[in-house]
C-alpha cells in the first residue's frame, strides 16, 4: 500500500466538514441535490448507527455510514486523492462487521452504473437484484 496504513476509527462532530469536502469532491455517484442529505440524518448515523471514517497520515481519506436496523450502507466515499490504496476496502470490511455484529444477515446498497464503485462491489462479492427507480444498481451482501 503507498501512504501510511489506514485506521478505522468511529466519526466525530469535529470530522464533519472534512467528511462533507470528501463527499462533495467525488468525481463519481455525485450528490445531485445535497439538500437531500440533512443535518439530522448525519447525526443519526454518528450518534445512533454506524459511522467511520479512514484516517491516514493524519488525514481523513474517506467515510462509511450504514444502518444496523436495516442493513442498508448509506454511504462508502473515499477522496479521489486517496482512491487505490486500500481504503474503500477496509471501511467497506469494517462496516459489515458492524452489521454483523448488530445481527443483521444480509447488506443492502445502491450505486451508480458504471462506476468505479459498481466494479469494486461486484470484485468484493455483492450481488445485484436489480436497478431501482431511477436507475442506480441494488447490491445484497449476505453476511456471516
Ligand atoms: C468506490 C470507492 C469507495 C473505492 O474506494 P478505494 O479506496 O479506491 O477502494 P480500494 O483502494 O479499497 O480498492 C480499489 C482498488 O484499488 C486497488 N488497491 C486496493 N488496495 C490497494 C493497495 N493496498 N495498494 C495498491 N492498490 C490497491 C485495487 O485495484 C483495488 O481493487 P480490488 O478491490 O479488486 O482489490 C471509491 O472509488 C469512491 O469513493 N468512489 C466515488 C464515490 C462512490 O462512488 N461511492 C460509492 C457510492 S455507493
Redesign the pocket.
Known amino acids: 500500500?503507498?501512504g501510511a496504513s489506514p485506521v478505522i476509527r468511529k466519526a466525530t462532530p469535529a470530522d464533519q466538514p472534512r467528511i462533507h469536502a470528501?463527499r462533495m469532491g467525488?468525481?463519481?455517484?455525485v450528490l445531485s441535490d445535497p439538500s437531500r442529505v440533512t443535518d439530522a440524518e448525519i447525526a443519526w448515523y454518528r450518534d445512533q448507527a454506524i459511522f467511520l471514517v479512514?484516517e491516514a497520515g493524519g488525514d481523513i481519506?474517506?467515510f462509511t455510514c450504514a444502518n444496523h436496523q436495516t442493513g442498508l450502507?448509506w454511504?462508502?466515499?473515499?477522496?479521489?486523492d486517496?482512491?487505490?490504496?486500500?481504503?474503500?476496502?477496509?471501511?467497506?470490511d469494517a462496516a459489515l462487521a458492524a452489521l454483523a455484529s448488530a445481527g443483521i444477515v444480509q447488506a443492502h446498497?445502491?450505486?451508480?452504473a458504471g462506476?468505479?464503485?459498481e466494479r469494486?462491489?461486484r470484485?468484493?462479492g455483492w450481488r445485484e437484484t436489480g436497478r431501482s427507480l431511477d436507475e442506480n444498481v441494488v447490491f445484497v451482501k449476505p453476511l456471516g
Open positions: 500500500m503507498s470528501i467525488v468525481r463519481e455517484n479512514a481519506a474517506g450502507i454511504a462508502l466515499f473515499v477522496d479521489p486517496h482512491e487505490g490504496q486500500g481504503h474503500g476496502r477496509a471501511l467497506l446498497l445502491t450505486t451508480g462506476t468505479r464503485a469494486f462491489y470484485r468484493h
